[in-house]
Antibody
Framework: EVQLVESGGGLVQPGGSLRLSCAAS????????MSWVRQAPGKGLEWVAN????????YYVDSVKGRFSISRDSAKNSLYLQMNSLRAEDTAVYYC?????????WGQGTLVIVSS | QSALTQPPSASGSPGQSVTISCTGT?????????VSWYQQHPGKAPKLMIY???KRPSGVPDRFSGSKSGNTASLTVSGLQAEDEADYYC????????????FGTGTKVTVL
């Protein structure tokens, strides 16, 4: 069964950092682009970052450029999102997803709350 | 990159059809055949329903269909069922400038 499981969310103060992880199983992780998508409470979906199979290409939405960093470890079948200088507006459920133009499947999400 | 425009809500009775539009520009929806649609039930992760404008992943009922004309893509749900009540989001590839993907604003489908 293809599965993605996120972890690492939690409550953090403004200006703080968090590292999200996404454990992949049931497919050849190194064959796929991977993505992070977030959803603020009561709001719509927003692409956050994507990374190519070998990590050679990475894309970030403007609002997180310079603060967030996406990475992957094929030996561990894992995707990561390092989030620094967190702001209140980064509060959201963060999902990892396999692929980009046809993102499937998605993990269950991990909640990040940025608040003092 | 601006979000694609979707109507906030749509509704239909069981058995009827509902169509949701997703309007972008020639730089995204109109420029590429990489439009996808996602279904999201409350508190759940999104699920891919349509990709590359009109293709259905394995396991998605054929009641769900997609199309595109110019800068507007559409998702049609035929034979509405209670379990189709959910939020629906479109997404499109937008080229390699800046960030290459964009979501729609989302549509709440209600089964009356």
């Amino acid at each position: 069964e293809v599965q993605l499981v996120e972890s690492g969310g939690g409550l953090v103060q403004p200006g703080g950092s968090l590292r999200l992880s996404c454990a992949a199983s049931g497919f050849t992780f190194s064959n796929y682009w991977m993505s992070w998508v977030r959803q603020a409470p009561g709001k719509g979906l927003e692409w956050v970052a994507n990374i190519k199979q070998d990590g050679s290409e990475k894309y970030y939405v403007d609002s997180v450029k310079g603060r967030f960093s996406i990475s992957r470890d094929s030996a561990k079948n894992s995707l990561y999102l390092q989030m620094n200088s967190l702001r209140a507006e980064d509060t959201a459920v963060y999902y990892c997803a396999r692929g980009t133009t046809a993102a499937d499947p998605w993990g269950q999400g991990t909640l990040v709350i940025v608040s003092s | 990159q601006s979000a694609l425009t979707q109507p906030p809500s749509a509704s239909g009775s069981p058995g009827q059809s509902v169509t949701i539009s997703c309007t972008g520009t020639s730089s995204d929806v109109g420029g590429y055949n990489y439009v996808s649609w996602y279904q999201q039930h409350p508190g759940k992760a999104p699920k891919l329903m349509i990709y590359e404008v009109s293709k259905r992943p394995s396991g998605v009922p054929d009641r769900f269909s997609g199309s595109k004309s110019g800068n507007t893509a559409s998702l049609t749900v035929s034979g509405l069922q209670a379990e189709d009540e959910a939020d629906y989001y479109c997404s499109s590839y937008a080229g390699s400038n800046n960030f290459p993907y964009v979501f729609g604003t989302g549509t709440k489908v209600t089964v009356l």
